[in-house]
């Protein structure tokens, strides 16, 4: 069993849902990507959904666009991040960590490089936004031989044949997009999100996590009331953003802290 499957059996158990923050390695700046790691999970985190920075970040909003430019003005790149994950997993051995990013860094690599390194730095699962699940079978075989969980997107606008492509590949979780647009967007309808979970799951097995609007902790817990996982990105990279170096960890450690808190409540 992957340590993704094993945290959701595991919360399960203990009738809690998993919060799964999001940031961008790199960002601040490189020596703060694992310290930001280690607080997140000291303040409740259950995976860590760890940002590969990408010049053209097409699903994300201002905030997580500037972030990427931020990492990548950093000189950060997929290399860099799995020394990351590598140097994280000295002390953590057990919270999952999932890279989300784009495909280009990855063919850059090239898949069986990548696969094979990830693993050994200690990642378990990839979130790829523009491989969609017909169109990466050969990416698909290499994270399989490597033990790796594919995650993969739905949003409110996926049509029956996508939701049952989704179904046969991924592995892990999957991701629902809450609304429709960028990360960070607003207008966030609970009722039609839990209406579409309920539709997703004649379909899908695995747990269902939603992510893209979420802003605090009464929204978290909202959302955890039919959702398996909560993802909250925008509101912890502005976070990061509008600290200083000095206090970015523990401002950060300090709004993951609030969120599981409302979570749990």
């Avoid at 203990?14 to 601040?28: E, R, V």
């Amino acid at each position: 069993m992957s340590r993704i499957a094993t945290c959701f059996a595991h919360l399960k158990q203990q009738n809690k849902k998993a919060l799964i923050p999001f940031f961008t390695a790199g960002d601040p700046t490189p020596s703060k990507t694992v310290p930001l790691m280690h607080a997140m999970v000291t303040a409740g985190a259950d995976i860590i959904e760890l940002g590969v920075p990408f010049s053209d970040p097409m699903a994300d909003g201002p905030t997580i666009q500037r972030s990427s430019e931020r990492a990548l003005e950093n000189h950060v790149g997929l290399k860099d991040i799995l020394g990351m994950v590598q140097q994280f997993r000295q002390d953590n051995k057990t919270t999952p960590v999932v890279l989300m990013g784009y495909a280009n860094p990855i063919e850059a690599m090239g898949y069986e490089k990548f696969a094979q390194q990830a693993q050994a730095a200690g990642v378990d699962g990839v979130l790829t936004v523009d491989y969609p699940p017909e169109e990466c079978t050969d990416f698909l075989e290499c994270l399989a031989q490597h033990n790796l969980d594919p995650i993969f997107l739905l949003a409110p606008t996926t049509v029956d044949a996508r939701i049952a492509a989704v179904a046969r590949a991924a592995r892990g979780f999957v991701y629902y997009v809450s609304l429709k647009g960028v990360t960070g967007s607003a207008n966030l309808d609970l009722r039609a999100v839990q209406t579409r979970l309920s539709e997703l799951r004649r379909h899908i097995q695995l747990p269902i996590g939603v992510g893209f609007g979420i802003r605090d902790g009464a929204m978290a817990k909202a959302m955890a009331e039919f959702s398996d996982a909560v993802v909250i990105g925008s509101r912890i990279v502005q976070e990061i953003e509008n600290a200083s170096p000095e206090t970015v960890v523990a401002r950060v450690e300090t709004l993951v802290k609030s969120i599981r808190t409302a979570m749990d409540s």
